[in-house]
């Protein structure tokens, strides 16, 4: 039966992407990304690009990835998706523009793309771009990511502006505070681009150790509730990577994270269902109170 489980797992990680031997190999679930239209053929690994609108994200991923890139719609959506690549070191990205958005609730369709692609397709690295003179009103959406995946690089993008305006933003306290790499850019004028090739490629290597900050609330009775849901969640789906934020997801009533509980989705984004030996998903969501 062990041994059996084993070969179940190592069919998985195949199906993910992931070697459980292998701090450098590729994280990405493959499948998922093939639903979503996603070609892995010819690449290593895929980054996600992630950020609020006006941040010049999209200048940032033309500079990545110059006239490597195409157009087109997310499957059953009428939203646009841009994809591209670029070559770093002896790797080929490919690297996906997520829709331009402040949060990942998914009140809108542009967030529920963008959620769904960090949560389900499991990039082996999202950039967050973010505008150095607005840094505020963006770290909503950092903090946010930061739940979901700690494969994360902060482009502090716009940094002129902020200067500018006579805003003085420390890159190094700020990855210090949140525990992942942050590097300045001026994407329009390409400064900072070769730093942020180097910091894609060392977080998807397995080179960087992140330590990403979480936020903390200070209400006990929510700490209890999310400490119970993180445990039966990892009880029930032992490899999956964010079970806190899936707890705090299912607390507030996500429709999306709960039907990704109860049919078992959750559970496909690292090993496939059958690995996961006495796990139930309705222990999970009857003892959550989610069961539909």
Excluded at 94 to 123: C, H, M, N, W
Excluded at 186 to 212: C, F, M, Q, S, W
């Amino acid at each position: 039966m062990d041994q059996k489980i084993n070969n179940k797992q190592q069919e998985g990680s195949k199906v993910a992407g992931v070697s459980a031997d292998c701090a450098s190999c590729p994280v990405h679930h493959a499948a998922n990304l093939k639903k979503l239209g996603v070609d892995m053929e010819s690449w290593d690994f895929v980054v996600a690009l992630a950020g609020n609108p006006n941040t010049g994200k999209s200048t940032v991923f033309n500079a990545l990835t110059g006239l490597k890139q195409h157009t087109g719609n997310w499957p059953g959506k009428t939203v646009t998706r841009a994809e591209g690549g670029f070559e770093y070191g002896d790797n080929r990205y490919k690297l996906v523009d997520l829709p331009g958005t402040y949060s990942l609730l998914a009140t809108s369709l542009d967030e529920e793309i963008a959620r769904d692609f960090i949560l389900f397709a499991q990039p082996d690295v999202t950039i967050v771009v973010v505008d150095a003179s607005r840094l505020e009103r963006n770290l909503n959406l950092v903090l946010q990511v930061l739940e979901i995946t700690n494969r994360v690089v902060i482009c502090l993008n716009l940094m002129d502006e902020a200067d500018r305006h006579q805003m003085k933003v420390d890159p190094r306290r700020l990855a210090r505070d949140l525990g992942v790499p942050v590097v300045p850019t001026v994407a329009r004028y390409d400064e900072g681009l070769e730093e942020l090739l180097a910091a894609i490629h060392a977080v998807a290597n397995g080179e960087t150790l992140a330590k990403p900050y979480h936020v903390t609330y200070d209400n006990p009775k929510l700490d209890r509730a999310v400490s119970q849901l993180v445990s039966q969640i990892e009880d029930a789906f032992p490899q999956v990577p964010n079970a806190r934020w899936v707890a705090l997801r299912l607390l507030d009533g996500d429709e999306r994270i709960i039907k990704a509980v109860v049919d078992g989705e959750l559970g496909e984004l690292t090993y496939t269902r059958d690995d996961l030996e006495g796990a139930s998903v309705s222990h999970v969501s009857n003892k959550s109170g989610f069961a539909q």
